[in-house]
């Protein structure tokens, strides 16, 4: 288990980044944990790992992207990621971030998951990863991996990833929408830039995506502002950014998607 606090100098981020990477294919242990904090700006490329990752963002916001669509981890969240499956990370703010990563024999997964990480997963989580520095009698060591690992498989999953299409038409619109989301954006304006019929449009969309477009396109705005607001921007600014007309109607998205109303949802995530 390891603590990397990486310097802003990318010769030496990318040195330490290889250096960990080989470390975690040679050891043969079924269960790592490994800590780093990253600055805010830093990008890590296109990689894989033969095991199962747990990708968790303890503090900050990141984005995970592989070809099969991009996720955003908020603080108090973490991404399964099957192994083989190349991806490459960049953060949106300083991130204190810790991973597991698990034997696929013992924790697998088809497909990138997000996960709320319980304080009872990150307070495990965080035991191992200080054990270099706070050594662990093996019993309780043992403990701690079989108790770990039986948790994550009770973590609830989370909407907030984002399918990306692969027709480079879509994927430019879908990219447009990101950056500038808008919760009333209409089927008909998106089928019309695209030549299409609204019947059309509809059945090319979920082919894509897997979603259908109202449901992509709420989660594109969760996956939009969940980054402000945790930097500490009003839920009214987000919200009427976003293009919802009121906070009552943002809430209610909100609600519906994560469980909790804006405020809660980030208080508890701080806690």
């Given at each position: ?118 304080s009872l997963a990150g307070n ?113 600014s987000v919200a009427l950014d ?30």
């Amino acid at each position: 288990m390891r603590i990397i606090t990486l310097p802003n100098k990318d010769a030496e981020e990318e040195l330490q980044h290889q250096e960990s990477l080989s470390w975690i294919e040679r050891t043969g242990d079924v269960v790592l944990a490994l800590g780093r904090n990253y600055p805010a700006g830093f990008r890590v490329p296109l990689h894989s790992h033969t095991k199962t990752q747990l990708w968790c963002a303890r503090e900050g916001v990141v984005l995970v992207g592989t070809a099969r669509g991009r996720w955003m981890l908020p603080p108090g969240h973490g991404l399964l990621i099957p192994a083989g499956l190349e991806h490459a990370t960049e953060m949106v703010s300083d991130v204190r971030m810790q991973s597991l990563y698990v034997d696929a024999a013992i924790v697998a997964t088809d497909d990138p998951r997000v996960l709320e990480v319980t304080s009872l997963a990150g307070n495990l989580m965080e035991e191992l990863v200080q054990s270099d520095e706070r050594p662990l009698p093996e019993r309780r060591k043992r403990l701690i991996m079989e108790l770990l690992l039986d948790e994550i498989g009770r973590l609830p999953e989370r909407p907030l990833g984002l399918p990306f299409p692969v027709d480079q038409r879509l994927a430019r619109l879908c990219r447009h929408f990101v950056k500038r989301p808008a919760a009333n954006a209409g089927i008909d304006d998106w089928a019309r830039d695209l030549g299409m019929s609204r019947r059309s449009f509809t059945r090319f969309f979920r082919a894509e995506t897997g979603l259908s477009f109202v449901t992509w396109r709420q989660q594109a705005c969760l996956f939009a502002s969940l980054p402000r607001l945790a930097e500490g921007q009003s839920v009214t600014s987000v919200a009427l950014d976003a293009g919802y007309e009121n906070i009552a109607a943002f809430t209610t998205m909100f609600r519906r998607m994560l469980g909790s109303s804006p405020s809660n949802y980030l208080r508890s995530r701080a806690g």
